[in-house]
Every structure is written in C-alpha cells, then in structure tokens.
C-alpha cells in the first residue's frame, strides 16, 4: 500500500471513530441528564447547564481529531 494511500485510511479511520465515540457520549450525556431531571425535577437548570457544558467538551474532541488527522495527512502527502 503506498505511504499516501495509508495516510488516506488513517485519517478516515480517525475521523470516524472520533464521531462514533461522540456520538455514543452525547447519547450517554442525553440520557443521563433526561434521567436526572425524571427522578429530581427541580434540578433541571443545574442538571441542564452540565449536560450542555459536557456536550459541548465532548463535542470538541472529534473536532480536533479531524484536525489533526488532516495536518497528519497532509504531512505526508507533501512529501
């Protein structure tokens, strides 16, 4: 397999674990939360601003894999 091709399959490997990782973790994150407030309902607001606070750090790390997938590939694929 040449060295760009790999490269290819890498950064396409990275990017989609990356969304199927955030993708169960918001799941996860949802559900919780949904949880919380069913058992506390007066602890919506805290148990609300977490859930997007979580959602939104869970959010970032594909992100940043994506973008360091690419900076990876485009590393390689220069040379």
Do not use: C, N, W, Y
Not at 30 to 53: C, D, H, N, Y
Not at 60 to 79: E, K, R, T
């Amino acid at each position: 397999m040449e060295l760009a091709a790999a490269a290819a399959l890498g950064a396409a490997l990275a990017a989609g674990l990356a969304a199927l990782g955030a993708a169960l973790g918001d799941a996860i994150v949802g559900f919780k939360a949904i949880e919380g407030v069913a058992r506390q309902p007066e602890a919506r607001g805290s148990v609300m601003t977490l859930m997007f606070i979580s959602i939104g750090l869970i959010e970032a790390l594909p992100i940043i894999a994506v973008v360091i997938a690419f900076m990876l590939f485009g590393q390689v694929s220069a040379h």
